[in-house]
């Protein structure tokens, strides 16, 4: 798990100094947590700050960093048993590549580390599949499924949509 994180940092350390001269965006999303999560945590929010960089005139790549929350519910436990799900917080950290496939719709991947906030839960390797669609001059809307693989073949993983706008 240390060598994961120590290679996200490393590719995260590269893209921002290989990548200076494109720029900074900052995104917001909410996501749906599914399979391990879903009866547990209700909804996820999140906030990213990402530098991309032209690799080409159709490929760019950079860094990311956010925060990701997963808001618990109260579920069934059994007969008369109910318990209220504390919330989880997790800071990814990744590599980005992005490819455009025309003037607006993209498609592109987070690749890195995410660093469990809470004592109790460990981080994970972070993953981030994204297809994304400009709406406006810097205004991109993002679908995404998220994933963090966690210890016991646990896996925090999020349906989201949500906005990347370029500072």
Do not use: C, W
Not at 102 to 116: H, I, N, P, R
Not at 138 to 147: Q, R
């Amino acid at each position: 798990m240390k060598k994961l994180f120590i290679v996200a940092i490393a590719a995260l350390g590269f893209t921002f100094g290989a990548q200076a001269q494109e720029g900074f965006g900052a995104g917001v999303n909410l996501g749906i947590p599914m399979g391990d999560l879903d009866d547990f945590y209700g909804f996820n929010a999140g906030v990213d700050i990402q530098y991309l960089g032209a690799v080409s005139e159709t490929f760019y790549a950079g860094g990311t960093i956010g925060y990701s929350h997963y808001f618990g519910k109260t579920y069934d436990a059994g007969p008369g048993i109910e318990i209220e799900q504390e919330d989880i917080q997790f800071l990814p950290i990744a590599a980005v590549a992005k490819f455009m496939i025309t003037e607006d719709f993209s498609v592109g991947t987070d690749l890195g580390y995410a660093l469990g906030l809470k004592e109790d839960v460990d981080g994970g390797f972070y993953y981030r599949p994204k297809l994304g669609y400009r709406i406006a001059d810097s205004i991109e809307l993002n679908l995404s499924y998220a994933g963090i693989s966690l210890e016991d073949d646990i896996n925090a993983s999020t349906f989201n949509i949500g906005f990347m706008f370029q500072l």
